[in-house]
Each structure stands twice: as structure tokens, then as C-alpha cells.
């Protein structure tokens, strides 16, 4: 009875000590799990460059992450209508992006893109991928980016 006993503890502290060592490999935006993902999902067909930060391929988008190896499948973005707008931002039929990030409320038609990080449509400004709360689309300027 010990020896069967110790024997499960063995297999569950082996389990644990994998996964502690091979878990942040398989986490949600580790580069193994992305690379699965969109091999996966997108196939692995040649990728065409739309510039340094994005490509695409028939069925996928991608950002590009400061490695050119490193690509990460933008979810729900369109290949067939995908365009840069200008620096780390981008635009499909349905919506805006900043990296693989979505800006749900933005007015595609309005969209301006004021710095790396600001940009604003006719109702709101945003900070990267967020809305500034409270802040007035008509009257905001950039004076200085730091």
C-alpha cells in the first residue's frame, strides 16, 4: 500500500514539475502557442508583407512582433480587404487595429492617426487601443509626444 502510494505521488509531482517548467511555453501569447495557433487556423502558406509590422496570407493577418518570426494571427482581421493605414495601425471592411489589437468603437470612416500611440475619429480619442474618457474628438491636439 506505501509503495503504490508513493508511486502516485511521484507521477502527480512529475506532472506538477512539467508543468511548471513547459507551462509559460503553451500560455496564452507565448510564441510557441501563437505558432500552433496559426498553423492551425491559417495553414502555412507563403506569407505576403503589407509592410515591416504586418503580412497576411489567403486565410490569415498577422503583426509582426520586433522579430520577423514572430507572427501573430490577428483574430477575425480580413486578408482580402486588409490595409496599413499608417505606423502600427491597420484596417480590414469591420474594423480598426493597433498591433493585433481590435478598436471596437472607432469610425472607420473618420479614423485619423496622430502618433504611434493617438489616434481619434469624429466621437473619440484613443491611447494605443483604448478609448480616453471624456476627452473631446473636435478640440484635441497632440502637442508634444514623448
Known amino acids: 500500500m506505501v509503495k503504490k502510494a508513493t508511486k502516485i505521488t511521484f507521477i502527480i509531482i512529475t506532472i ?10 503553451f500560455a496564452e501569447g507565448s510564441i510557441i502557442r501563437n505558432n500552433i495557433k496559426n498553423h492551425i487556423h491559417c495553414g502555412n502558406s507563403t506569407k505576403q508583407k503589407i509592410t515591416n509590422n504586418y503580412k497576411k496570407n489567403k486565410k490569415c493577418v498577422f ?5 520577423p518570426h514572430k507572427n501573430i494571427m490577428i483574430e477575425g482581421a480580413e486578408p482580402e480587404t486588409f490595409q496599413h493605414i499608417k505606423q502600427w495601425y491597420g484596417k480590414d471592411n469591420n ?3 493597433r498591433y493585433r ?16 500611440s493617438y489616434a481619434k475619429d469624429d466621437k473619440n480619442v484613443y491611447y494605443r487601443n483604448k478609448k480616453i474618457e ?3 474628438s473636435d478640440s484635441f491636439k497632440l502637442l508634444r509626444y514623448i
Open 101 to 116: 489589437s481590435t478598436i471596437t468603437e472607432a469610425n472607420m470612416n473618420k479614423f485619423e492617426v496622430l502618433s504611434v
Open 134 to 136: 471624456g476627452a473631446d
Open 16 to 25: 506538477i514539475i512539467i508543468y511548471i517548467i513547459l507551462g509559460p511555453f
Open 95 to 97: 474594423n480598426i487595429y
Open 63 to 67: 503583426y509582426t512582433y520586433k522579430n
